[in-house]
């Protein structure tokens, strides 16, 4: 791949990790407020305050028990969670051979995913959710695959073309 768009694509990432990060972390904070809020205090953190452990729990509230939310409320929770990823899949595998395979792409959007909800467990930006982290993770996968599928393709064309020609 080219310098140039190589550079152009760690930008863009570096771009998209950035409002990311506003987006899951800083959403309801100002710069101050942050500052303010990173003094961490072992001994009084409620660590199991509104936090989410059990996997499927809020995915299945969304679905099918929270009929006192909007429709659009619920499905924006869970999509939203998945939409937010699919660049990181879809930028990885452009950027690093190491993440030309479904599974190194999924691992790292579940450790990009996990180091946010960590981040939103101990300084309180948020709460722990481990439905985040599986939406998240599908989010990542779901970008992956048109990546993939223009590599094989990409991939079938040039061996064609070589057979054609040799």
């Not at 310098?3 to 990790?17: D, M, N, P, R």
């Not at 709460?127 to 993770?137: A, E, K, Q, R």
Request: charge should be positive.
């Amino acid at each position: 791949m080219r310098t140039a768009v190589k550079v152009g694509l760690s930008i863009a990432l570096c771009l998209y990790l950035f409002v990311l990060s506003k987006l899951l972390l800083f959403k309801y904070f100002t710069i101050q407020q942050i500052m303010n809020h990173l003094t961490f205090n072992f001994e009084s953190y409620p660590w199991l305050g509104n936090h989410n452990f059990i996997p499927f729990k809020t995915i299945a509230y969304y679905l099918f028990l929270a009929n006192d939310i909007n429709f659009i409320i619920r499905l924006e929770n869970l999509l939203g969670n998945i939409i937010a990823f699919i660049p990181f899949g879809f930028f990885l595998p452009l950027l690093s051979k190491k993440f030309h395979s479904f599974k190194m792409v999924a691992l790292a959007t579940f450790c990009l995913s996990l180091t946010f909800e960590l981040i939103q467990l101990i300084f309180r930006f948020g709460s722990f959710d481990v439905d985040d982290l599986i939406l998240n993770t599908v989010g990542g996968m779901i970008g992956y695959i048109p990546v993939k599928v223009v590599s094989r393709y990409v991939r079938r064309r040039r061996e064609e073309q070589k057979r054609t020609l040799g």
